[in-house]
């Protein structure tokens, strides 16, 4: 049921603020601000080496943000890959490590096979699932649950926030196992977890000032998707919602690679959208709008009050969210992706919910 929603799509980007509250509860023990697995499950964190994270799509974006949460938070070392790719490339697998594999459906068929690759291999495996009676949940040793719900529209948007919530919990969990972070660093960075949930329904708000951007960009032919640190996966996370619903073709990059390739591709015809919270990366972003801004590209800003103010009058458009801790920024900023790409579709008319060529689970290869 759409409810009061035209698509199942818009109604899913509005339910952010339960799904993640729900998610981060699984997780998070918010009076004595700690996390822990559901269940009573544990995982050895102290004793990996390393972890895997294997998914497809969008999930694959996920486990791409929780690479730079593992990494910082619990001195992880994490090799992202792509399904696909891992379950025949012959990786050269550690024996001691973890593999995750990030999963709405919990029955990608290439996902499965890269969980049963690992599992042949004897290495623990656990997966970020929301449909806990999936085949893959059934197969691995840990089940970490997103609990968005039933997620409809072919493009995900619910159930990447969820997993983004999950895998943050765990990096802190991971983080507190193998001593990177102390009780305190546990406690404020729980904290910032709670915090989600009212974030992102402030973030919501801006969705009539999307829908008018949405109009202007929905002509474009290319799109280009900038951002450093975890705002890079969600730059690619934007790009291909924007491709699987209006068709247009957009790519992510890292914003440091601008220079290496891409800034060829810019001119007044290639919309340019910067993500660019407040951390210690913005004047380095800032300044890759700025090069952007000199070849006559058409940059739309998404940042805070801050960030808005620092790239000044340089941007064609700016989206502005609300100011947020940098953990847990792509988390927030999930959402005005989310929006700019739906408005943009539905400006073109294109079937929003079930778009071309595209199945909500992949379970051939
Ligand atoms: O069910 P899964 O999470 O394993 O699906 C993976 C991808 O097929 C999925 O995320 C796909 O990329 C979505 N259409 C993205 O919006």
């Known amino acids: 049921d759409k409810g009061n929603y035209r698509h ?25 601000q700690t996390a822990a697995l559901p269940n009573g499950q544990t995982l050895d964190f102290a004793a990996f080496d390393r972890v895997y994270i294997v998914a497809c799509g969008t999930a694959y974006y996920a486990g791409c943000v929780a690479k730079y949460w593992f990494e910082k938070y619990a001195k992880l070392p994490v090799e992202t890959d792509i399904a696909s790719e891992f379950r025949y490339r012959d990786p050269a697998l550690t024996k001691n490590a973890l593999a995750i594999f990030v999963t709405q459906s919990g029955e990608t068929a290439d996902t499965l096979a890269a969980l049963r690759y690992c599992k042949e291999y004897g290495l623990t495996t656990a997966a970020v699932v929301n449909v806990q009676t999936s085949t893959i949940a059934r197969e691995v040793d840990a089940v970490l649950p997103t609990l968005a719900g039933a997620e409809v529209g072919v493009a995900s948007t619910k159930a990447f926030t969820a997993q983004l919530c999950s895998l943050a919990s765990i990096a802190i969990i991971a983080g507190r196992a193998r001593k990177v972070l102390s ?47 975890t705002m890079f996966p969600i730059a690619m996370e934007g790009a291909l919602k924007l491709k699987e619903i209006s068709y247009i073709h957009a790519e992510g990059y890292a914003a440091g690679e601008l220079k290496h390739g891409p800034i060829a591709l810019i001119d007044e015809h290639t919309p340019v959208v910067m ?68 408005y943009i579709a539905v400006e073109k008319g294109t079937d929003v919910d079930q778009p071309r060529n595209l199945a909500k689970s992949v379970t051939v290869e």
């Open 8 to 32: 199942f799509m818009l109604k899913e980007i509005f339910e952010q603020p339960e799904s993640t509250a729900r998610t981060i509860g699984a997780y998070v023990n918010a009076l004595n």
């Open 183 to 229: 009780k305190k660093d546990e406690a404020r960075l729980t904290d910032q977890l709670m915090q989600i949930p009212g974030l992102i329904t402030q973030a919501l708000k801006i969705e009539d000032a999307t829908k008018e951007i949405a109009v202007d960009l929905s002509s474009a032919r290319d799109v280009l998707y900038l951002g450093r640190g």
């Open 275 to 342: 993500i660019a919270p407040t951390d210690h990366l913005l004047e380095k972003t800032i300044s890759n709008m700025q090069e952007v801004a000199a070849r006559h590209g058409k940059v739309l800003l998404i940042s805070d009050e801050n960030g808005a103010k620092t790239g000044a009058d340089t941007p064609w458009q700016t989206l502005i969210a609300p100011a947020c801790d940098p953990f847990i920024s792509p988390i927030l900023y999930s959402v005005p992706i989310q929006l700019l790409a739906y």
